[in-house]
Structures are given as C-alpha cells and as structure tokens.
C-alpha cells in the first residue's frame, strides 16, 4: 500500500481529500471535543521512517460503505481526509543520521501539502507549516519527482496506533495546549488492557491519486494505506523499553582481548549504525553474543559489548544504548555458539553463586574451572513450577500476568524465553538473571523487550531456586528437557534454559575458544571489565585528572 509517483490523470481533487484541514471558508477547521490523535508511521520501502501525530475528528470519513460513525476502525486509507492537526515527531534522543534519513520522506509529504495549499490565504499556509513542520513554508523543499517512473519515490503508510506514556510526556512542551485534550483521550494505559474495538486490527486496500504539477515537474500520487495493530497490549510492546543506564552499558563491556577476537571475525561485516535495526529479535538464536563497533569507518580499535546470555539485557535494549551513550559509526553481531552460551552462563553462575552455595573462592580460576563449579551449582538447583509464568499468542495473555509477585516463588536464578516459527526455523531468544534474595518478587519486566510486533509465538519466564532438602532430588535431564529438545548426551550439563534446538536439525556444537577470565591479582577478567566506564565518562573523569 503505497503512495507511488508517476505519471497519470487525477482521479480525486485536493479539496475533497483534505477538506478536514482547512475548511471552505478557507479557516482552520477547529479540535472538537470529539477529536482523538494517533502516532502515524510512514515509510518509503527502506529503513527511513517519518512519524507524524496527526489529530482528528472520528466522523470525518468520506466513504459511504463504511462510515466511522458506525463503528468501524480509524481509517488510516483516509488520513488526508481525516487530518485536522499534524506535527512531523521525534523521538526524545533520536540520532542525528536517523532524522536525516528521514527527510526525503518528509519532503514528499511537504510536496503533496504544498499543492493541496495553493491558492489558501498565506497566513493559513504559515500556520499548516510552522504547525506541521516547525518552518516556513519558502524554507521547506518540495518533492521533486522526475517524469521516469523508476525514479519514482514510494510511500507507504506503515501504521497508525495509541501514544505511549512516553510519547505524551515528550509531546507536551512541544504542541499547543488546544492539543493536549485529543492526545490525552489517545494515550495507551499500561493498567488498561482492553483496547476498543474500533482500534483493533484491521486492513483496507482503497486507492486514492492526487495530481502534482509544478515548475516542470510532474507527479501523480496514489496512497494506499495500511492500519496495522494499534500496539495491543495482549501481544506488543505497548511502553519504550527501559532505556539501559551508562553504568548498567559499562558493566556489559567486554575485555579488549575478547573484543579483539570477536572483530577479526566481524570486521568484513561492520555495517553503518544508520542502517542498522536494533528491533531484530532471536538474531543469535538464544545463545547470546556481543556487538562490536568502531567509532569511525574502517577502525582498528573497536569495543564490545554483551547481549542476550548470560545477561538480562537483549541486542535491541544494548544496541540503542550504545547508539545513545557512544554514538559509534559502524557495528557489527558477533554471536556465541551454542558451546560458548553454556560456557558463559555457567561461568556467570560460579562468579555469582559459588562463593555462597560451594564455599569456594573463584578468584583466580580459570575458564574451565569455573565451567565445573557452575555445572555443580546447577545440579544443585530444581525448578520450580509454581514459579513458571507462560505467554502465548494463541493465549492472548495480558502482560499484567507478568507483573504480579508470584506467591512462594523463592527464585535465586530467574531466565525469560521467547520462542516462535517462522519459515520452517524456530527462533529463541533467552535471557538470564540472578535473584540473590529469597522474597525478591520474580522481575520479568524484561519480558516487554520480547513481545513485539507478534515476532514470537510464546514466552516464558522461569525460576530456579536451591534444592536445600536432602531428600529432594537433584534437577536431572527429565525435569528440563522435552524428548523432542534432546539434542544429545551432553546435553545434561548444560543450564536448563539452553536445552532446546533452534531448527529443524539438531544444534551443532562447535569447538571454540573460551573467553579468558584470569588476570593476575584478585580480580578476575570478567570481574574488571565491568568496572570499565564508557568512552565519554573516561574522557570527562580524563579531562578533571590530566594535571
């Protein structure tokens, strides 16, 4: 459903699309009580996407077959018949490359106004620019679409939906008051789980062209739009996720050996951050792995940092906060294998646990060392059913569920799983955590990250707690493993959550190096990499201690 440039008659007039703008008398139309507001998407078939907050009456609807009034779904195929208010939006800390990705698709918007505006009062005009796009309209560059048709520029409506909280509270320092009513009425509430139904899923095909013509350059333009799922809260993420602080990003930093190894691998792969998408779920199958980036094209000297196993942090929460807190030109994934998640988790496991549970001083141990006495602790701990948390699709569970303390739930080790298919290859993505404390309430905030845009069939959180009655049985293959997850023998000494295949065949388990984990002194390397700060705390702490 797109808005596609090229070259034939005008099918609807300018003044009967977007009548709901400026009304015949050539004045605003005015915000009714009955306006409402919508966070809308559109996209020009690549990763640039503009955002709009467009506000507008429910009854402004032109098509007889299915008028608003009755009850059917926001119709974003009539966005330009419906829009009465309209502001371009950036999210708060949006990266300079983003916006100027961005703009070419808002330089086609601005041409499709222009004309529309052509012949209004110039004050009018003034005010739908200022308004729509924080300029003047002499200062803004209309499209320029040649007569080829491969030149074409496409534009799509991706998608209409609620405000977030979030997005309220950066909207209102930003927009006139007289806004402020509409935008209220049309904000998610994470306590409310139904949605109406006249905001729920739904998908139109009606086409509409409208003519551009000027100064030589000739444009028809044919909108098809798109109203895809209004972020229901049973299944998508309905909040921004919790932004990773610049401690919790430093604790995540790699040693430079690890990083060094890791970028001779990705180095022929390191793509700019402006193409990057953070939102791909399930990239390293479950098993974790780092990103590596440079700050600047073509560097030797890049950092890392760990997403997915054995943290709680997955790749879009740490890529947006690298993107945030070091701006760095180029990344690339760098994934463990299934081999390395198991030893990571497990060497986790021994630095956290094993001075506690074991008695045993991990301080200089090396890799392997701390594999065995991880393996140990495990054996030492069961899971607990009353603990175990469920979510899928076909459920369409509320996320509430995952909120909720969970009665007689003594969790020390807590992981959050997702799960889906698609083409034939199961995808997981698996994230881990301690809970040290016994009457700590089971933290599944992080389940949010997952349950986005229906990429995962089911989720999951589980909880392991120590086996402290001697009479109770250690945790052993059967408690954990389904037969058709058997991957083989040694299967048995890996942390439960990584007892699953990723596709259709059984996973391979490749002979790899492990991370290093001693350096001499006290503390081992792990240990210290998660004391180093990021690049800008360095340099400020640098620039107060140079003398």
């Not at 020009?44 to 008028?67: I, K, M, N």
């Not at 950092?303 to 030109?329: M, N, Q």
């Not at 006495?373 to 569970?397: A, M, R, V, Y």
Request: hydrophobic share 35%; charged share 25%; with cysteine.
């Amino acid at each position: 459903m797109k808005t596609v440039a090229c070259a034939c008659p005008s099918e609807t007039s300018f003044g009967e699309v977007l009548a709901a703008l400026v009304a015949p008398n050539g004045e605003r139309t005015p915000l009714t009580d009955d306006c409402i507001a919508r966070m809308v998407s559109i996209g020009a078939g690549g990763e640039p996407v503009l955002h709009l907050v467009v506000l507008g009456r429910v009854g402004d609807y032109f098509s007889q077959t299915c008028p608003l009034e009755a009850g059917c779904p926001l119709d974003v195929d009539g966005l330009f018949e419906w829009w009465r208010r309209m502001c371009v939006y950036h999210p708060e800390n949006e990266p300079y490359a983003s916006v100027k990705a961005a703009k070419g698709i808002e330089r086609a918007l601005a041409g499709v106004l222009a004309k529309h505006l052509e012949g209004e009062d110039s004050s009018t005009v003034e005010g739908v620019w200022l308004e729509a796009f924080n300029t003047k309209p002499s200062e803004q560059q209309a499209v320029d679409i040649e007569h080829d048709a491969a030149d074409a520029k496409e534009l799509e409506v991706l998608c209409a939906r609620l405000l977030t909280p979030a997005e309220r509270k950066h909207l209102l320092p930003q927009v006139p008051a007289s806004w402020m009513l509409a935008i209220d009425r049309s904000v998610f509430s994470e306590e409310s789980i139904d949605v109406p139904e006249k905001i729920q899923p739904w998908w139109r095909t009606t086409k509409w062209r409208v003519g551009l013509v000027g100064g030589g350059v000739v444009a028809i333009t044919t909108l098809a739009c798109v109203l895809s799922t209004t972020l229901r809260a049973d299944t998508e993420l309905v909040v921004p996720d919790d932004n990773l602080s610049e401690v919790e990003l430093s604790s995540l930093q790699t040693s430079l050996d690890v990083c060094s190894r890791a970028f001779k691998e990705t180095a022929q792969r390191m793509q700019p951050v402006e193409n990057t998408n953070w939102a791909v779920l399930g990239v390293c199958d479950g098993y974790g792995g780092r990103l590596v980036c440079a700050d600047r094209e073509h560097s030797q000297d890049p950092f890392c940092h760990s997403f997915g196993l054995p943290t709680k942090f997955d790749l879009a929460d740490v890529g947006k906060a690298i993107e945030r807190y070091r701006a760095p030109h180029t990344c690339a994934i760098h994934c463990n294998t299934l081999e390395e998640g198991v030893s990571l988790v497990q060497q986790r496991t021994a630095l956290e646990l094993a001075p506690t549970i074991l008695g045993a001083n991990v301080t200089n141990l090396g890799p392997d060392e701390l594999e065995e006495l991880g393996n140990q602790i495990w054996q030492k701990f069961k899971q607990g059913p009353e603990c175990l948390q469920t979510c899928s699709h076909n459920d369409e569970c509320p996320m509430a569920r995952f909120r909720e303390p969970i009665v007689d739930c003594n969790c020390t080790m807590s992981t959050t799983e997702c799960t889906g298919q698609r083409d034939n290859l199961v995808r997981q993505v698996v994230l881990f955590d301690f809970k040290p404390q016994a009457e700590t309430a089971l933290d599944t905030e992080v389940l949010k990250t997952f349950v986005r845009r229906h990429a995962f069939d089911e989720c999951s959180v589980k909880c392991w707690a120590s086996v402290e009655n001697e009479d109770v049985d250690y945790i052993d293959e059967e408690d954990y493993i389904d037969e058709e997850d058997y991957v083989d023998e040694s299967t048995s000494e890996r942390p439960p959550m990584l007892n699953t295949t990723t596709s259709e065949s059984p996973a391979t388990i490749k002979s790899t190096t492990m991370e290093p984990l001693i350096l001499d002194g006290d503390l081992s390397e792990v240990e210290l990499s998660s004391l180093q700060t990021s690049l800008d705390v360095c340099k400020r702490a640098f620039k107060a201690t140079a003398e």
